[in-house]
């Protein structure tokens, strides 16, 4: 092999190891021991540990909630708190939804400091899900705010602190909604910092802030040593459905830091959120960052920044805020100098068309390997080991780039260069128009190439490694990021992202690819099918990330019917399961995700009970008034398609509106926990005739008949959302 040769495969090499080290980019701090005077993750950890107790799940109004409460309790007092406990049965609208859910709720609520002025609330809930014990979810968040409140302890703050560790969120953010509305501080708060987790590991990144965010981005940025925050992460975060108890409390326009950690998602929602599984360098950094927050916000100077800003972290490390409207004009300088510049050096259009080819075919190139190991392995083959599809992903990109790179032999590398810069500015304003906090990831790497462009020569070179580095340093650890939120179902989704931080590299490197393009396809191709051969042959799953395997059964009442039926991402059944039955591919009423299914014997399970206390028409439809019996059941929800029109549920005093219920879905009334029992709701229908309602009452556990099914149970698997749980069904018309 020629020294051309060697170098271009050395290069490439290189590429692919830099994309798979891209999660390490950014480097949390050592967790602090007890003998700390700043946060101390060791000390956080011995509370938490103390606080789960034997780390059964302990889900809102549970027996196992009042154990922790009580521990918690004694932690607070420990740490100097006065805690005051509130009880509610609270209702809260769903934003994902249209529907409402209930419970009973106790909130744990204490302050320190001055006794006037206005407060700075910072917030976690104790509740776990039914499934597991919630060391990270919300476990993180208590243990932060437990030591916070320790570290705040006698100092002078010029503003009070007050500690919300509700009960109820992951119910339907229920806490949130009873302090907001019933809580007399309320009133008083100014400032919001709330603690979050879907994962048990990684960075805590600062997601989401009020809008506009000036105020929440001026107290992070001058508080916050190791920030983790971008605005394009908290823009997307506003178009998807999930939500946290930030969603309640927005509604108030307190100034607001949400921060969460998110990796590792396998662990999230299941038995494996242990306190063993939660990573100590993220409880620090988490608590470093709250407790700078919190002490932001409690000591700084009074808001005063107004307008919105944009913002993005540099490995971690520093933190580049701008005015939006200042980013936003970069960008488009950006865009216009690149649009002179390519103008200038037009050459058919050939180099702007092998950018947008090599971005397609990068797509299509990841998408094929993706169904090609899908054709022998089924389920989410990929759980077990993440980053080497990861690798794959990006090993893929680079042949895609560099054969589309070889074939335009017409477009030097100056024209590639400009073509390149040209397409990235106008994907990035493109990107603007739904996220408009992308600007400033986006208009500083064409800005640099773009001013190496006018100045020519070597700097041009010089400028175009600068700008790709750059490029590197401010995309790849948001490339992971994304992979991690949204995992890899549809890997080729990040294909083109992948293919435009390898380019500009590629396109550096332009002479040696055509010097030596025999060598490049092939050590390329190589890696590709290296990294793919790599994710077929890998275990699907770990001890440490398991496969999703949750059993139900249900019973239906009306019909007379039970039914087997397990949620495991549509992977192979076990063999042993033939025995049990026929197993189909299924949609059920009672979830969402589809399901394998089998007939299963008649196993009757109680049914809750819904008693109709009163109806009477009222403008615009019917009022209807009801009492829930739950039957012993863990959770009871009514479902009534469309046309019922539900407008509004009260219970406990609290009145919620009901959004339309479009495409099909269905309105939801749910109730948790043993209050359930007897509740009474009132009800606005927009219909006047009575329609039918699906009563659905769940309860964790199976009957003994299910022994079959949970000791064929994959070794490296576990109920994931929710547990193992038996389900009744029983309709009323109301």
């Given amino acids: 092999m020629k020294r051309s040769g060697i170098l271009l495969a050395a290069a490439l090499l290189l590429l692919v190891l830099a994309m798979g080290l891209k999660g390490r980019l950014v480097q949390l701090p050592e967790p602090a021991p007890a003998s700390s005077t700043g946060f101390s993750a060791e000390r956080a950890i011995a509370r938490l540990a103390y606080l789960l107790g034997d780390q059964r799940p302990h889900p809102v109004d549970s027996d196992e909630n009042d154990a922790v409460r009580a521990r918690l309790i004694e932690q607070m007092r420990a740490v100097g708190l006065d805690p005051q406990v509130t009880d509610d049965f609270a209702c809260n609208s769903h934003r994902a939804v249209a529907g409402v859910s209930c419970a009973r709720v106790r909130n744990v609520v204490a302050t320190l400091g001055p006794s006037k002025g206005?407060?700075?609330?910072?917030?976690?809930?104790?509740?776990?899900?039914?499934?597991?014990?919630?060391?990270?979810?919300?476990?993180?968040?208590?243990?932060?705010?437990l030591e916070i409140a320790d570290r705040l302890r006698g100092k002078h703050l010029r503003r009070p602190v007050t500690f919300l560790i509700n009960e109820g969120e992951e119910a339907g953010l229920l806490g949130a909604r009873a302090f907001m509305e019933r809580h007399p501080m309320a009133a008083r708060v100014e400032a919001l910092v709330n603690l979050e987790a879907r994962g048990v590991e990684g960075p805590a990144i600062m997601f989401e802030t009020s809008q506009p965010n000036g105020d929440a981005i001026a107290t992070y940025a001058r508080s916050t040593e190791r920030p983790v925050a971008n605005s394009l992460t908290a823009d997307f975060y506003r178009l998807v459905p999930n939500s946290t108890d930030v969603t309640v409390f927005e509604e108030r326009g307190w100034t607001t830091l949400n921060y969460a950690i998110i990796e590792n998602e396998t662990r999230y929602h299941t038995a494996g959120d242990t306190l063993d599984a939660l990573s100590p360098r993220s409880l620090q950094h988490m608590g470093d960052q709250a407790l700078s927050a919190v002490l932001g916000f409690a000591n700084g100077e009074a808001p005063s920044v107004t307008g919105q800003r944009h913002y993005t972290d540099i490995l971690g490390r520093t933190l580049v805020v701008l005015p939006a409207a200042v980013s936003l004009a970069l960008l488009g300088l950006a865009v216009l100098l690149l649009a002179w510049i390519g103008w200038r050096r037009r050459g058919r259009f050939g180099a702007v068309?092998?950018?947008?080819?090599?971005?397609?075919?990068?797509?299509?190139?990841?998408?094929?390997?993706?169904?090609?190991?899908?054709?022998?392995?089924?389920?989410?083959?990929?759980?077990?080991?993440?980053e080497i599809i990861s690798l794959a992903l990006a090993a893929s990109a680079l042949p895609a780039c560099a054969v589309a790179l070889i074939l335009t032999r017409k477009a030097t590398?100056?024209?590639?260069?400009?073509?390149?810069?040209?397409?990235?500015?106008?994907?990035?304003?493109?990107?603007?128009?739904?996220?408009?906090?992308?600007?400033?990831?986006?208009?500083?790497?064409?800005?640099?190439?773009?001013?190496?462009?006018?100045?020519?020569?070597?700097?041009?070179?010089?400028?175009?490694?600068?700008?790709?580095?750059?490029?590197?340093?401010?995309?790849?650890?948001?490339?992971?990021?994304?992979?991690?939120?949204?995992?890899?179902?549809?890997?080729?989704?990040?294909?083109?992202?992948?293919?435009?931080?390898?380019?500009?590299?590629?396109?550096?490197?332009?002479?040696?690819?055509?010097?030596?393009?025999?060598?490049?396809?092939?050590?390329?191709?190589?890696?590709?099918?290296?990294?793919w051969a790599a994710a077929a042959a890998a275990p699907a799953y770990t001890d440490d990330r398991q496969q999703r395997f949750s059993i139900e059964y249900a019973w239906d009442a009306d019909k007379s019917q039970g039914q087997w039926a397990v949620v495991n991402g549509q992977a192979p059944l076990p063999d042993s399961y033939s025995a049990v039955g026929s197993w189909t591919k299924s949609e059920v009423v009672w979830g969402i995700a589809p399901r394998w299914t089998a007939p299963a014997p008649k196993l009757?399970?109680?049914?809750?009970?819904?008693?109709?206390?009163?109806?009477?028409?009222?403008?615009?439809?019917?009022?209807?008034?009801?009492?829930?019996?739950?039957?012993?059941?863990?959770?009871?929800?009514?479902?009534?398609?469309?046309?019922?029109?539900?407008?509004?549920?009260?219970?406990?005093?609290?009145?919620?509106?009901?959004?339309?219920?479009?495409?099909?879905?269905?309105?939801?009334?749910?109730?948790?926990?043993?209050?359930?029992?007897?509740?009474?709701?009132?009800?606005?229908?927009?219909?006047?005739?009575?329609?039918?309602?699906?009563?659905i009452g769940a309860t964790p556990g199976l009957p003994a008949a299910a022994q079959p099914l949970v000791k064929g149970r994959p070794p490296l698997s576990r109920p994931q959302y929710a547990p193992d749980t038996t389900i009744s069904l029983s309709r009323i018309r109301m």
């Fill in 118 to 145: 206005p407060h700075v609330l910072a917030v976690a809930h104790y509740d776990s899900t039914p499934v597991g014990p919630g060391a990270a979810d919300d476990g993180i968040g208590v243990a932060s705010l």
């Fill in 353 to 386: 068309s092998a950018i947008v080819g090599a971005i397609l075919a990068s797509t299509a190139l990841v998408w094929l390997g993706q169904f090609l190991v899908g054709l022998f392995r089924s389920g989410q083959w990929w759980r077990g080991h993440p």
């Fill in 413 to 531: 590398r100056e024209r590639l260069r400009a073509a390149y810069w040209l397409v990235f500015a106008l994907l990035g304003a493109l990107a603007c128009l739904a996220a408009p906090g992308a600007s400033i990831l986006v208009f500083a790497p064409p800005l640099v190439a773009a001013a190496g462009m006018l100045v020519g020569g070597k700097w041009e070179r010089i400028a175009g490694l600068i700008a790709a580095s750059l490029l590197f340093l401010l995309f790849a650890p948001l490339l992971h990021s994304i992979e991690v939120l949204l995992g890899y179902g549809s890997a080729w989704m990040f294909a083109p992202l992948a293919a435009l931080i390898l380019l500009p590299w590629l396109i550096e490197l332009q002479p040696l690819l055509t010097g030596a393009r025999r060598t490049g396809i092939a050590v390329a191709g190589g890696l590709a099918l290296l990294g």
């Fill in 604 to 695: 009757p399970v109680e049914t809750p009970r819904v008693t109709v206390l009163q109806q009477r028409e009222v403008p615009g439809g019917r009022q209807v008034s009801f009492r829930l019996s739950s039957a012993g059941a863990r959770s009871v929800v009514l479902q009534a398609p469309a046309e019922a029109g539900l407008r509004f549920v009260s219970s406990g005093g609290f009145t919620r509106p009901v959004g339309l219920a479009k495409d099909g879905a269905k309105y939801t009334i749910g109730c948790s926990g043993r209050n359930c029992a007897g509740a009474v709701f009132d009800i606005v229908l927009a219909s006047r005739a009575p329609v039918e309602w699906l009563v």
